[in-house]
């Protein structure tokens, strides 16, 4: 019995052998007809491969949204958009159009210049936060940590939900958390 099993240890080891060696030519011998990608492509990472089977995570809302292209923008010159498509779970709080634009005039521009990235990305990530808890849940808490490990408070005025003084004005469930559209730009201390 023992003879048997020394034999068939060596036969799998020089079968394994061969192949490995014939995989090795094959690969030598065979002409690459591939293009590299260089390391300056942006649209790398996870938020850039396309599914249509799996339910549209937070990022994926916002895009599709023609109320939240300057969100969109802000987004992509920060470069966050793989942390939006992370396993999550992921609460974001998105500023309409309208919420961007009645900050100062001339606030969106400077900031989506590649110097203020930085800032522009504290500021994103002001609203940003782990968890995927509805409007009613949301009354339950006083203040919530943001991804830029600062708080906000919440405040209920009646049905009304506010999130550091930013009204939810509506809710859409993703494949990765929830996205509560607020009606503000949450501006961090």
Do not use: W
């Amino acid at each position: 019995m023992k003879t048997n099993l020394n034999y068939l240890f060596t036969v799998l080891l020089v079968v394994l052998f061969f192949n490995c060696k014939n995989n090795k030519e094959q690969q030598q011998v065979e002409p690459s007809n591939t293009t590299v990608e260089t390391a300056t492509d942006k649209r790398q990472g996870q938020a850039f491969i396309e599914d249509d089977g799996s339910a549209p995570n937070v990022l994926q809302i916002a895009i599709g949204s023609k109320d939240h292209t300057t969100l969109v923008a802000a987004v992509q010159a920060a470069n966050l958009e793989n942390a939006l498509v992370n396993a999550g779970p992921l609460m974001v709080f998105a500023p309409t159009n309208e919420a961007f634009a009645a900050l100062p005039e001339g606030t969106v521009e400077n900031l989506l210049k590649p110097e203020n990235k930085d800032a522009l990305a504290n500021i994103l990530k002001h609203h940003v936060t782990p968890g995927n808890y509805s409007k009613d849940f949301l009354k339950k808490f006083k203040k919530l940590g943001q991804a830029n490990n600062q708080s906000v408070t919440v405040e209920v005025k009646g049905d009304d939900v506010f999130i550091g003084g930013a009204k939810i004005i509506a809710s859409v469930p993703a494949g990765n958390g929830i996205v509560h559209i607020v009606d503000k730009v949450i501006l961090p201390n």
